[in-house]
């Protein structure tokens, strides 16, 4: 029988961390926890803040269908698009096999993959990189550069990433957010915040013209460092984009669930 364990506390660390960012954003957010479904909705234009998950654990078909169908009826509801997050081994194999039919059924379209990870980060040394000047977000101009580097990597809109994060709070106080600068121009960002006995690692980018020159690795183990070194935690969490999924492998993470984002079609 597959060990769980570590797939659950992947979603554990979504439904909490999206807690805290959703309503950084708007104290007012949808962050309900329902019948198998967990929303935390910021109706932002930044699309990472407003998700619907499931948490039932080891659901079938019938089921996850009718989960999809009632989360897809949420997501119609909102002004701004978001993200149906599915962790595919909390699901049975029915359900696994049967979620491109079901998904079509419930208007909703293959976004792109993830992967749950975590590890142990105990005696990380400092971090370096001979390009790069390490800078922790405390201001409101180093914010918008991060949101910039998050948009510019992922695609979004600049005024979109910048919904998601200008005058956050969160992000320059309880978040250990590095913007990594190459001759003082910002080029690469990590952020890692607390959560429920260890570091998330969060919103982790780098501008498009300066991939793979290791500057991704290099600033995700700065904020893990900096994480553990003020928080004296020693285990680490994260979602991994197929992208960043063997920098993070490096570092010494472990696969547990894969994940499959959703959008609604025409969204």
């Known amino acids: 029988m597959t060990d769980l364990t570590e797939s659950v506390e992947s979603l554990g660390q979504l439904v909490s961390v999206w807690r805290d960012m959703v309503l950084d954003r708007d104290a007012a957010a949808d962050v309900r926890d329902l019948p198998g479904i967990a929303v935390r909705w ?3 234009r930044f699309e990472f803040w407003n998700c ?8 079938d078909a019938e089921l996850t269908e009718r989960r999809m169908c009632e989360a897809a009826d949420l997501m119609r509801a909102k002004e701004h698009s978001g993200f149906l997050w599915i962790f595919e081994d909390l699901l049975d194999d029915g359900a696994r096999s049967a979620l491109e039919v079901m998904a079509e059924k419930a208007g909703l379209e293959y976004a792109f993959p993830s992967t749950g990870m975590a590890g142990d980060i105990l005696g990380m040394p400092e971090p370096s990189h001979p390009d790069l000047t390490f800078v922790r977000v405390t201001t409101d101009e180093q914010l918008r550069a991060y949101a910039d580097i998050n948009s510019r990597a992922y695609g979004f809109a600049l005024d979109e990433g910048r919904d998601g ?3 956050s709070t969160l992000w320059k106080n309880e ?47 700065k904020a893990l460092y900096e994480g553990a070194r003020s928080t004296g935690l020693t285990r680490a969490t994260l979602h991994a984009t197929a992208a960043g999924k063997p920098v993070y492998t490096r570092i010494g993470f472990r696969p ?12």
């Not at 619907?52 to 659901?59: F, Q, W």
């Not at 913007?179 to 952020?191: K, S």
Request: glycine share 10%; aromatic share 8%.
């Open 52 to 59: 619907v998950t499931l948490t039932d654990i080891g659901t």
């Open 42 to 44: 910021a109706d932002s």
């Open 165 to 167: 994060l200008d005058g």
């Open 175 to 221: 978040v250990h957010a590095y913007l990594g600068l190459r001759d003082d121009v910002p080029v690469v960002c990590a952020g890692a915040v607390e959560t429920e006995n260890s570091l998330f690692l969060a919103l982790v980018a780098t501008a498009p013209e300066w991939q793979r020159r290791g500057y991704g690795e290099a600033v995700t183990r």
């Open 256 to 267: 547990n669930s894969p994940m499959r984002f959703y959008r609604l079609k025409g969204h």
